[in-house]
């Protein structure tokens, strides 16, 4: 998997800070989450490798604000990514029934990620 466990520190008495570094749209993002406290060593990789997906589409969400597939699964953001990060043309009915756009095809630029630790 492409996830580097950095450090861990306790939050609470259920949870620990995990400081991850994770590969997303080519970058290496440093990210925080949590995992419970009571996870460590092979356990804990295998914890965060199982969330992969969701700390990858976590990022994109970051990176890509603006996306029309905001909360799509990370399969088809990251399809939508590989297209060239176009939002699709919105088309509607004016009230004579003609066709009208109502919002041109866009493309959304890539926020550079900020790491959390």
Known sequence: MAI????????????????????????????????????????????????????????LRNMYDKADCYDASLEDFEAWVSAGCKNAEVKGTDYEGNEIVIKAEETISKKSWVDTH
């Open 4 to 59: 580097t466990i950095n450090k861990t520190s306790s939050v609470d008495d259920y949870l620990n800070w995990i400081y991850i570094t994770v590969n997303a749209d080519g970058d290496d993002c440093k990210f925080t989450h949590t995992a419970p406290i009571d996870l460590s060593g092979d356990d804990l990789q295998a914890y965060v490798d199982g969330r992969e997906d969701f700390y990858k589409r976590e990022l």
